[in-house]
């Protein structure tokens, strides 16, 4: 009969076990780098044993080293082979010559050598243990060499096992040492039982044997499930405790170990030692409860988000019926742990028992954004079913937006439910126009107020929707005209001007990278207010920023600086860039500084546009805005965006 273990009923977990895995990894690795190495030193040395073989059948009068016919023979066939020689030297004659002789010898000899040269090179006695010349070294490296296909995968497979519950109780630093050191210890009990053997030691079954016998102390009343077959004809399969089983592995290892016909290939002994360790060190940590004292809490510790004190007299308060002292309670924990959505959704539940729910919106907003952040969309659209039901609208119209933005992959339903929603409410403003064009609503009929210019004034009113129009002067010839009032240009470099400039509203494509020209209106909570080409208004969300791209660009008759705002990529892997030029924007009325030197207002923008979004600078690595000039919008498109045009 022929049983395997398939199963067991400890197979849940509370961490991923890494450790277990890359153990794994490592044997796979190591015996994918090595077996090639294995096969072709293994078919030279077989030819070299043969080739001596055969000279010496050829030239019975020479010696062969005994050493030799020992590795290639047994006994009984050395024995035999020598009467095969004895005969030989009857029926071929000896050379006459004494130098030929000898020269027939060291070619023995040769052949003799590159069979132990293949022998050494071999992998499993490069690196596997040798019991009669034993290293230090191969005591590791041995367990994590295998002979083939079958011995791997079965060892491997056996950790898969038995190793993750192990190293789920006992955390990984201890799991790893636990294994490491059956290891060693399974490969000292086998040089023990065999220290004349010239055999290499390869496996990891020893270290896993160990893992084992943890496992015995550990989960001693676990169900382990076993596959059986009969003859290979009929099979199925049963459930049985691992303190009856694994018990009985062991008497079994035990058993073939002292069978008189040796090992047969298989070192029983290393099970025995290492089985013996493992439950030995298992009982040791049972013992002294070092599982109880130092690894479990440590693993919750990780587990769990530790709760604030100030959180737990918090909510005491609340159930007492007191939010307005619950909030003093909860303040020493909203300063230490700013970003912890429990204290949010406290501080959140305070008010709505207080009867003013709209002062704990922010609150509840950071709950959903946290919920978000932590790709728990189900949850977010509780939250946020909590928050409209307390407060008209659902909160700000960017988290609901957000949110119908991430449900919408996950469920279209719920999604538009957050979008009706959105489209409903009338502080929503351009996202909730967004939201109508998403659901096919035809658009309100009360035209969307027109967001104000943020360009300098000027001596005539700015028509709605557009840049300031401003008349140019009449100049001497060859004089380049005055930037219009409310046109931010920095000052000249030193370099040749190009005389190109972008058109206004000019588009281009550059391997489907949609190049778009606009201009900011104004910087709000969420996003940008921007304004296309055929100028109407937008809100970017500042979450759409991948990445924030600033260059100087030389012209004439002045330099401009161009900032590009590289979006995140839309269906079908699209992607825009938004392309913004100092010739059409005052960086120091849109951050509300207008005493600042133009150049530094710039450096302000591109540095809260960075900060706002969490996308990233380029080309400068440094902590602040670096300009860098380039000859044309070319040049600076291959530099600077190359990863995205």
């Given amino acids: 009969m022929f049983i395997i273990p398939i199963g067991h009923d400890q197979q ?20 994918l780098g090595t077996g090639t190495a294995g096969s072709d030193r293994e078919a030279a040395g077989a030819r070299a044993a043969q080739e001596a073989v055969d000279y010496w059948l050829e030239h019975p009068h020479l010696e062969m080293p005994d050493h030799f016919l020992q590795e290639v023979m047994t006994p009984r066939q050395v024995n035999d082979f020598r009467l095969l020689i004895e005969v030989r030297k009857n029926q071929v004659p000896p050379a006459a010559d004494l130098e030929d002789r000898r020269r027939e010898q060291a070619e023995l000899t040769a052949i003799v050598d590159r069979y132990f040269k293949a022998k050494s090179e071999h992998p499993a006695f ?18 994590f060499m295998h002979a083939g296909w079958l011995h791997l995968l079965g060892n491997m497979f056996m950790l898969y096992l038995a190793g993750p519950p192990v190293e789920d109780a006992y955390g990984r630093p201890v799991f790893a040492s636990l294994y490491l050191v059956s290891g060693v210890v399974a490969s000292l009990a086998h040089v023990m039982a065999n220290s004349t053997s010239a055999v290499p030691l390869v496996g990891a079954s020893g270290a896993i044997a160990g893992v084992m ?7 001693t009343s676990t169900n382990i499930r076993f596959f059986y077959t009969w003859m290979l004809i009929r099979g199925g399969t049963f459930d049985a405790p691992a303190w009856v089983m ?33 439950a030995l060190a298992a009982l040791g940590l049972k013992q002294w409860k ?20 100030a959180l737990g007299e918090g909510l005491s308060m609340l159930l007492q019926g007191d939010p307005v002292l619950a909030r003093e309670k909860l303040a020493p924990a909203l300063r230490d742990q700013p970003k912890n959505p429990d204290v949010h959704l406290a501080y959140w539940q305070t008010y709505v028992h207080e009867g003013r729910p709209a002062k704990g919106v922010d609150h509840m907003a950071r709950v959903i954004e946290d919920d978000l952040r932590r790709k728990e969309p189900i949850l977010a659209l509780d ?59 035809a658009p309100s009929p009360a035209p969307v107020a027109a967001v104000p210019t943020m360009s300098r004034p000027t001596a005539r009113p ?21 930037p219009p009032a409310g046109v931010f240009t920095p000052p000249p470099d030193p370099v040749d001007w190009e005389p ?68 995140s990529p839309g269906p079908g892997g699209s992607r825009t860039v938004l392309r913004l030029a100092s010739t059409r924007l005052d960086p120091r009325m849109l951050i509300g500084m207008p005493t600042l030197p133009p150049m530094q207002a710039f450096r302000e923008l591109v540095e809260k546009l960075v900060v706002a979004s969490g996308a990233r600078l380029l080309p400068a690595a440094e902590a602040h805005v670096r300009i860098a000039m380039f000859p044309d919008a070319d040049a600076y498109q291959r530099t600077v965006l190359a990863e995205f045009m």
């Fill in 126 to 143: 490069a690196h596997g243990l040798i019991p009669s010349h034993m290293s230090a070294a191969a005591l590791l490296t041995s367990m």
């Fill in 213 to 219: 016998g943890a496992f015995l102390i550990r989960c």
């Fill in 290 to 309: 070092v599982e109880e004292r130092f690894i479990h809490p440590k693993i919750e510790k990780e587990l769990t988000l530790e709760q604030h004190p």
């Fill in 462 to 482: 700015a028509p709605t929707g557009g840049l300031v129009p401003v008349p140019s002067p009449l100049l001497a010839p060859g004089v380049p005209p005055p």
């Fill in 246 to 278: 694994l018990p009985l592995w062991l008497l079994q290892q035990i058993f073939m170990s002292t069978l008189p016909t040796g090992e047969g290939g298989v070192a029983y002994g290393a099970h025995v030692g290492g089985f013996v360790f493992g």
């Fill in 12 to 31: 849940t977990v509370r961490r991923l076990p890494w450790v277990t895995f890359a153990i794994l990894a490592v044997n796979l690795l190591v015996f």
């Fill in 383 to 441: 939250h946020w079913r909590e928050l409209l039901t307390a407060v008209p609208g659902g909160g700000p119209a960017t988290l609901s937006w957000r949110l119908a933005s991430e449900l919408q992959g996950f469920d279209p339903a719920v999604a538009r439910e957050v979008l009706e929603s959105l489209a409903a409410n009338p502080e929503a403003g351009l996202l909730g126009e967004k939201a109508r064009a998403r659901l096919g609503v």
């Fill in 500 to 567: 190109e400039m972008p058109g206004a509203g000019a588009a281009t494509t550059r391997r489907g990278v949609a190049v778009e020209e606009c201009t900011i209106d104004r910087l709000d909570e969420g996003g940008l207010v921007i304004r296309g080409a055929d100028g109407a208004a937008d809100l970017l969300l500042y979450s759409q920023f991948e990445a924030v791209a600033v260059a100087g660009i030389s012209a004439t008759p002045k330099p401009y600086l161009l900032v590009d705002l590289v979006l």
